[in-house]
Nanobody
Framework: QVDLVESGGGLVQAGGSLSLSCLAS????????MGWFRQATGKEREFVAA????????YYANSVKGRFTISRDNVKNTLYLQMNSLKPEDTAVYYC????????????????????WGQGTQVTVSS
């Protein structure tokens, strides 16, 4: 069992920045690959970024590459998403997800690969 609690969502102007956090409870967090997904109203859940449980490798959707940075602190059991140069099209509910027990180099853009999910946090980017 991995419990995920997200925070940091809010309202920002286009071009601004926002930082999301996902606090994980569970002894397996440091061995869990982690990902961020988002879902806009009326849209399918969309991959944003992923990171291996070692933190050595990251993977980004093309739409956010160069603007967003995923990172983790396995001592604090926290996953982060730093979002810069935000656009109105980034508006969505953002979810963090965990996949415990995978290979050390695992990352995935498929939501079905992840076993645990946070409650989501709303990010709204105004023009």
């Amino acid at each position: 069992q991995v419990d995920l609690v997200e925070s940091g969502g809010g309202l920002v102007q286009a071009g601004g920045s926002l930082s999301l956090s996902c606090l994980a409870s569970g002894r397996a967090f440091s061995r869990s690959a982690m990902g961020w997904f988002r879902q806009a109203t009326g849209k399918e859940r969309e991959f944003v970024a992923a990171i291996t449980w070692t933190g050595d490798s990251t993977y980004y959707a093309n739409s956010v590459k160069g603007r967003f940075t995923i990172s983790r602190d396995n001592v604090k059991n926290t996953l982060y998403l730093q979002m810069n140069s935000l656009k109105p099209e980034d508006t969505a509910v953002y979810y963090c997800a965990a996949k415990p027990g995978g290979l050390s180099y695992f990352t995935s853009r498929y939501h079905s690969e992840y076993d645990y999910w946070g409650q989501g946090t709303q990010v709204t980017v105004s023009s």
